[in-house]
């Protein structure tokens, strides 16, 4: 199984352009989740989806934006990139919701964003 | 708030010894699930272990064991006998039952396992 697949994996912006990172999952995932991982720290959460046409803001969700059309993708737009969005993005899924009775989150192996 | 913290930033060992990794977390939930998430060198993420509020028991998975106790707020992390590829950094996360969106990560603790 191919699991979470993130791309790109490296990616190169000048500040203002825009840009979509893709996820997908063939896992038949109902929640998704985009994190963003800053040099050092922990993972905060951007954007999640309990399912298609669903989505919902996490902690850090300024900057960007989600869609869920079908159950498989969620990518997450960047409209107008800026240096703060300098980051490693990892995308995840699960079948529960975190915490819940199955099996918690799938990783994607991540996305490696500059914005210059 | 909830809130997890990860006092060790990093810590180094030399092969074949035991390491525990800190973790101490803040909650006024009653149900709650608490996490250990390994990130090697190579920048994946690997799931190790969650554990519930209701379930104090220690758990041992090999050379990894886990201590909760809710009576410190704690959710340590114990490696016996360190190998170099053990080498990483640790994220312990703390989520309530009920929210998608509540997972909070600490800050990670960098470990070297030096040969």
């Known amino acids: 199984n191919a699991g979470v697949t993130q791309t790109p994996k490296f990616r190169i912006l000048k500040i203002g352009q825009s840009m979509t990172l893709q996820c997908t999952q063939d896992m038949n995932h109902n929640y998704m989740y985009w994190y963003r991982q800053d040099p050092g720290m922990g993972l905060k959460l951007i954007y999640y989806?309990?399912?298609?046409?669903?989505?919902d803001k996490g902690e850090v969700p300024n900057g960007y934006n989600v869609s869920r059309s079908t159950t498989e993708d969620f990518p997450l737009r960047l409209e107008l990139a800026a240096p703060s969005q300098t980051s490693v993005y990892f995308c995840?899924?699960?079948?529960?919701?975190?915490?819940?009775?199955?099996?918690?989150?799938?990783f994607g192996d991540g996305t490696r964003l500059s914005i210059l | 708030a909830q809130k997890v913290t990860q006092a060790q930033t990093e810590i180094s060992v030399v092969e074949k010894e035991d390491v525990t990794l800190d973790c101490v977390y803040e909650t006024r939930d009653t149900t709650y699930y608490l996490f250990w998430y390994k990130q090697p060198p190579s920048g994946e993420l690997v799931f190790l272990i969650r554990?519930?509020?209701?379930?104090?028991q220690n758990e041992i998975s090999g050379r990894y064991s886990w201590n909760f106790q809710k009576s410190t707020s704690s959710f340590n992390f114990t490696i016996t006998a360190s190998q170099v590829v053990d080498s990483a950094v640790y994220f312990c996360?703390?989520?309530?039952?009920?929210?998608?969106?509540?997972?909070?990560f600490g800050s990670g603790t960098r470990l070297s396992i030096r040969p």
């Open positions: 554990r519930n509020s209701f379930d104090e």
């Open positions: 995840a899924s699960s079948y529960d919701k975190q915490g819940g009775a199955n099996q918690p989150q799938h």
């Open positions: 996360a703390l989520t309530d039952y009920s929210s998608a969106s509540k997972i909070i």
């Open positions: 989806s309990v399912g298609a046409g669903i989505t």
